[in-house]
């Protein structure tokens, strides 16, 4: 019977296989006709060029002066936020929480705080320049083949990327599976492993209770029964279905362009989740067995690693590391975001650089919104990230509960237990599907920017704006395609965020030395920042060289 199962699970692997590549086939057939059919029909004189520079004299446009009006022009740093909540802060800030306790808070707040700096200057070059980041890489000087060598290694940190929205779209998958099962084997896979993860809940209540020693036996005893039963059942395929199945919709609504509706959606869903995390944290203090002490907040602000033996797994650090390189704005965003400046229009609005004194007045205005908007989306993830890190220390390290593998979302799920109880796991749920979704959806997209500008310097095309944004609408599709059967493929959906997140920390030093580049070589002498924001820029570089030196070493001594 188990054989059985287990074979059938593979038939269905390759089926939705077969049907994810026959949509990404199906979308781009579509495409290729929809680019004929433009291709043929006349273009009327007098229309304005829909691919103008951005710095185009039509577009130029005084920043706005006050709080409010400021307020209304911001929104890159509020999109990077809504993609990154759902793989750097949920999974792998709460999984470093869960290995090493209360240890290495301060490395998560770093994590937050150092790259903002690099992230203002790419802006800060793009709305100078009107030019694309990886445009601007590719300008750096340092050996080439056919493009510089820092874009081949975004090309390998971008395939590691596509593992990590296969990550994020498992999740999902995970989350609907528990939600609602497909199969009748996958509600009774649901039944078992949920019994187990309530078990070694109440066990670790009892032990916070100084209960006896019969009690823990007992719990100990059904823990072992559980998990031998849980080791001759195969996973249940339920996740690969809902993950396949949001892959082609999210494919679907990327490719004709409903973005703008599922992105307002997502980000409140996003902000009312993070909200209920950090009220989750705060109504913990109520309960005496999971409340969260002041020495151990000590403890994580004390700038210091976690001792041998304190930490549920054998290389924590290697875990925080990895989470290091992605949560925040991680290097996939600090590229990315340049991209949505442009797309806001800050570029456009600024104007062609000309050196007049109207063209200073204008770049400084704009550069004080890109300023708030990056600082004050900084303030917000920075909470959130926080919140999550001492939510899966104060409980899923103190019950002894690490997420991983197939068990990720339903073990992330018992953070909200002491709080929400039998509530907990549909509250959960529901904020899962909501953060995950926003970032899988929102990462399509932006990656999509960067892809298709890729495409143009490596000379697979024209690279042409018309062409670009031709190739944007394919990829956007194709992407969360590709996701999906990497996930279907390796199903440890833990493990392809984390090898995302160490990708990204080794980029990390790259960019720092990118943006004192930018800083000292490409910057305008009018806009030009003073010694303390230098200090800022060297600061983070250094930073993150000890980061992405450290991550080596940890994957060879892992």
Known sequence: MLHKEVAHGEKIEYKLIAIL???????????????????????????????????????ATEPPKTLGATLLKLGPGMIIAGSIVGSGELIATTKAGAEAGFWLLWLIIIGCVIKVSTQIEFGRHAITWGQTPLKALNGLPGPRVRVNWLLWYWLIMTATVISQQGGIVGGVGQALAITRPIT???????????????????????????????EISKQQQKIDLLTAQIEWMPESGDACLWAALLAVVTAVLLYFGRYRLIQVVATVLVSIFTLVTIMTLIMLQAKPEWAIRGHELARGLSFRLPPAGAALA??????????????????????????????????KFTGPRDGTAQWTRRA??????????AWLSMVLYTFATAAFYLLGAAVLWRAALNPAKGEMIRTLSQMYVP??????????????FAVLYSTFFVAAA?????????????????????????????????????????????????????????????????????????????????????????????????????????????????
């Not at 924590?316 to 989470?323: D, E, R, S």
């Not at 965003?333 to 800050?346: A, Q, R, T």
């Not at 160490?502 to 943006?515: D, E, K, V, W, Y």
Request: proline share 4%; charged share 20%.
């Open 314 to 347: 054998a290389n924590p650090v290697a875990t925080a590391l990895a989470a290091f390189g992605i949560i925040g704005v991680g290097a996939a965003e600090l590229i990315m975001y340049p991209y949505w400046c442009l797309e806001k229009g800050y570029a």
């Open 419 to 432: 709080v929400f109880g039998a509530w907990a796991q549909p509250v959960f749920l529901c904020g899962a």
């Open 184 to 214: 009748k084997y996958g509600a009774e896979y649901n039944r078992v492993h949920d019994e187990l993860v309530k078990a070694r809940i109440e066990q670790a209540v009892a032990r916070t209770r100084e209960a006896g020693s019969e």
């Open 21 to 59: 590549c026959d949509t990404a086939m199906s979308l781009c057939l579509i495409a290729e006709d929809s680019d004929m059919q433009t291709a043929k029909e006349p273009q009327a004189g007098n229309t304005r060029d829909a691919t103008a520079s951005p710095g185009s004299d039509s577009f």
């Open 364 to 373: 400084r205005g704009w550069l004080r919104v890109l300023h708030i908007d």
């Open 446 to 558: 932006g990656n999509a920017h960067m892809v298709a500008d890729a495409l143009g310097l490596f000379g697979l095309t024209d690279g042409s704006e018309a062409t670009r944004l031709k190739w944007v609408r394919r990829i956007s599709a194709i992407w969360p395609l590709l996701a999906a059967v990497v996930y279907i493929l390796v199903r440890r959906p833990t493990a392809m965020v984390l090898a995302s997140g160490t990708a990204q920390a080794i980029m990390l030093p790259m960019l720092g030395a990118a943006a004192l580049y930018f800083r000292y070589r490409r910057s305008d002498r009018n806009l030009r920042p003073g010694r303390l924001w230098d200090g800022m820029l060297w600061l983070s570089l250094a930073g993150f060289a000890i980061i992405a030196g450290w991550s080596l070493v940890s994957m060879v001594w892992r």
